[in-house]
């Protein structure tokens, strides 16, 4: 017994570490991964913006955010900071800024303060966009703390292989994209969408050295009316965000060790109650199918182990190795295809977890109209499920009960004059049973996080579907959300597993 608590002590003292491990891995390859949050909320405007028409003078590429609006979504994502600090924060154990709204009753006890502040912020905006309008007007942009301004022909003539090669690579699209900053940068240019800048300095023209004067006397007031708005709102831990609004700032561990997991940018709420609401349907799908499994192939695996080498288990062998060579999504799929109202059956629906006015019918008290529908909708998926493990269990099943059937003890049993039924049943079978039911722990994974592939084909909004589209849209508080649940469900899975297997076997000793 010592020995065994020993082994689980240690394994239990591994799920922190293995947790970590796998959570830092994943994290950073999201964050050095192309097509963050970031492009793909400026992929979403340039889509919206070109549908709506808006694109047509300036063409799809001069669409998105600015530098103000990238940094404020840098900061919420954790993106500003090095990945081992953003991946501590996103864990809870380093502090980071939290940002809260302020609440009008706030506001409304403290008319003097809150007049002031607003005061003083609709200076620094006036201020701030006055430097806007002239950056806009004279076509100059602002990176870092330089201005910059638009190449020119004489300046092109200065270098004209330079700059003809990257003409070839901006022509070549967004593939070598990264590559022509990188060419532009190593002289000291700046691409913007897709135009060269060349910093403000050198030689300027009259006319350029009054531009220049004016955006550094504005950029100047801009930063006096928020350095004064600052002093004067910052001794109530308050700050202003790139969208010029008031708002609370605390320092403070937030992360996953605290619920904090974030808010989700694709479905605009909590990315914990995203994930929570996809449980129950997961896990409803995934034990019916798994217990549909145990109820249909311990009984086949029993039958072919009695029958062994007849006509019965060779026909059912057939049945069982179609079984594995097929994908559970692919039976679902074939299913839909010859069973949904195609071209040839209409019997089963095409997908979704239940009818539209399912809800409606629970109401009026058609419990049975709404447990028809239910049925009728998770055949296809339940199938699916159950046919992933169907030709594993039955082998497991009979091979164990086979070598069972080969032992000492049921060869006394038989020869004391007992009957093979109750040999089977009463001896034998529990034995054998023993390598399906250590797999409980381990079978955890499936029924909670579902299998986005059969989720995706029956079209049912469950986790795996969740995490499936999450990676797609490059939602990072989905994605590390629903990694966190499937890596402490199948860790503690396992060692349930091992839990399972000792209590049952008593020739199991762990050491």
């Not at 969408?193 to 950029?219: F, K």
């Not at 790139?242 to 940018?265: A, C, E, K, P, W």
């Not at 055949?379 to 030709?391: K, Q, T």
């Not at 091979?399 to 007992?418: I, M, P």
Request: glycine share 8%; charged share 20%; net charge neutral.
């Amino acid at each position: 017994m010592h020995g065994m608590l020993n082994y689980f002590g240690r394994r239990i003292l591994l799920v922190p570490v293995t947790f970590i491990a796998i959570t830092l891995m994943v994290y950073a390859i999201l964050r050095v991964a192309p097509g963050g949050p970031i492009e793909q909320l400026e992929a979403q405007l340039r889509g919206t913006a070109a549908e709506s028409g808006a694109a047509a003078a300036g063409g799809p590429d001069t669409q998105g955010l600015d530098e103000d609006a990238k940094e404020e979504l840098r900061r919420y994502y954790n993106l500003d900071r090095p990945i081992i600090v953003g991946y501590l924060q996103w864990l809870g154990v380093w502090q980071k800024t939290k940002e809260k709204r302020v609440p009008l009753e706030e506001r409304r006890a403290d008319e003097a303060f809150w007049g002031r502040a607003d005061s003083l912020l609709s200076e620094y905006r006036s201020a701030h966009d006055a430097f806007d309008a002239t950056l806009a007007r004279v076509k100059w942009t602002e990176v870092g703390e330089n201005l910059f301004r638009p190449v020119t022909d004489a300046v092109r003539q200065t270098d004209t292989s330079f700059f003809a090669q990257a003409d070839t690579l901006l022509q070549a699209g967004l593939p070598k994209r990264k590559e022509l900053r990188k060419h532009l940068e190593s002289a000291g240019y700046q691409l913007v969408d897709t135009t060269y800048y060349a910093p403000a300095t050198g030689t300027l023209s009259a006319a350029e050295q009054a531009t220049l004067a004016q955006l550094v006397a504005e950029r100047q007031a801009s930063a006096a009316s928020l350095e004064e708005l600052e002093a004067w709102i910052s001794p109530r831990s308050i700050g202003v965000t790139s969208t010029f609004s008031l708002v609370h700032q605390n320092r403070q561990f937030s992360g996953i060790l605290q619920g904090d997991f974030g808010d989700s940018f694709q479905y605009n709420k909590s990315a914990i109650d995203v994930i929570v609401s996809k449980f129950p349907i997961s896990i409803f799908l995934g034990l019916i199918g798994y217990f549909s499994a145990w109820f249909i192939c311990i009984p086949l695996g029993v039958f072919k182990a009695i029958r062994h080498r007849s006509h019965a288990d060779t026909i059912t062998s057939v049945a069982v190795f179609i079984g594995y060579a097929t994908p559970g999504w692919v039976a679902c799929l074939l299913l839909l295809i010859y069973f949904g109202g195609g071209s040839y059956f209409d019997v089963v629906p095409l997908g979704g977890f239940r009818s539209q006015d399912w809800d409606l019918w629970w109401e009026n008290g058609e419990y049975w109209r709404c447990v028809v529908d239910q049925c009728h909708h998770m055949a296809v998926p339940v199938f699916g499920y159950l046919i992933a493990s169907f030709a594993a269990m039955t082998i497991l099943m009979k091979n164990s009960l086979l070598e069972n059937l080969g032992a000492d003890y049921v060869r006394t049993a038989f020869s004391k004059g007992l009957p093979e039924r109750r040999v089977i049943l009463v001896h034998t079978l529990r034995n054998s049973m023993i390598p399906i039911t250590a797999s409980v722990g381990r079978s955890l994974g499936l029924v909670f996080a579902g299998s986005f592939l059969i989720e995706k084909t029956c079209n049912i909004p469950g986790m795996g579907l969740l995490g499936f589209n999450a990676i797609l849209q490059r939602d990072f508080p989905i994605i590390l959300g629903t990694l966190v649940f499937l890596v402490l469900i199948q860790l503690i899975g396992n060692i349930i597993s091992d839990v399972i297997w000792a209590l049952i076997d008593p020739r199991i000793r762990f050491q």
